[in-house]
């Protein structure tokens, strides 16, 4: 086994027990491999061991990536989630080549992905990102500001609006963490009760996905549990990539 076929098992074994702690069933939590700085062979890796849903966070280096693997992964259905922040010139490349979208936070953004999806495409499928620890300077909309942003993102003809994404600040205590994620997991139960068919709740990563699992998580984040420490981006060579 290389090692990352035998991190993906054991990601996949604390997900199965953190399921089984919440009284779920194993199937109930998709993991979504994060690529994010890592090169294509170590992508291959991952889906050579079964892997199939991989996350990135830089448009395009996601868009390479996926061009590299397209002909050594043809007939494996892939799919491709954008988890970084979206800039407006960003929107066609993403839009033309990703299948999900976790990071919506305003409306202008979902509008303009769901206008540029390619007619022959399937839905755009996309989480708003929110911001249940206010206050930290991050990205995400205001919980109070989600209900109208949810309806609106909800309409558009080609987008799917899935559920919600959030990245709570790490903290030391576990009870404070699963509130973190426990708010997450009442706003959707709300947007719910409103009439939207959420099923997708983003969160919980390498750190924190136990937490995340107990308090509902659909959809786990992983990166280096899986692929290993992450090279600093800004010092990141072609020839440096791939290596875990
Ligand atoms: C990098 C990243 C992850 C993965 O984080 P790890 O701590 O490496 O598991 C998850 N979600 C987002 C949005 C990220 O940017």
Do not use: L
């Given at each position: 086994m290389t090692t990352i076929s035998a991190n993906l098992q054991a990601i996949k074994d604390r997900i199965a027990s953190a399921c089984d702690a919440a009284g779920?069933?194993?199937?109930d939590v998709r993991l979504l491999a994060v690529s994010k700085t890592f090169g294509a062979a170590a992508v291959h890796e991952a889906v050579a061991a079964g892997q199939r849903l991989f996350g990135e966070n830089y448009v395009q280096e996601g868009i390479d990536k996926m061009q590299e693997l397209h002909a050594s992964t043809a007939g494996v259905p892939l799919e491709w989630h954008c988890i970084g922040p979206i800039q407006s010139n960003k929107t066609r490349l993403v839009a033309t080549h990703f299948d999900w979208v976790h990071t919506i936070d305003r409306l202008k953004t979902a509008q303009r992905l769901s206008d540029q999806r390619p007619g022959d495409a399937p839905p755009l499928q996309v989480c708003i990102q929110v911001n249940v620890d206010q206050g930290a300077n991050k990205s995400g909309v205001a919980p109070d500001e989600l209900p109208e942003l949810a309806q609106a993102v909800a309409k558009l003809p080609h987008l799917c609006l899935r559920g919600l994404m959030s990245i709570p600040e790490p903290t030391e205590d576990p009870q404070e963490q699963r509130a973190l994620f426990r708010r997450v997991r009442q706003l959707f139960d709300q947007l719910n009760a409103t009439g939207l068919c959420l099923d997708t709740l983003s969160m919980g990563m390498s750190d924190d996905l136990e937490a995340a699992v107990a308090e509902g998580s659909t959809l786990v984040r992983v990166g280096r549990a899986i692929f290993g420490h992450r090279p600093r981006k800004d010092t990141l060579t072609s020839s440096a990539q791939g290596l875990a």
């Open positions: 779920r069933p194993a199937g």
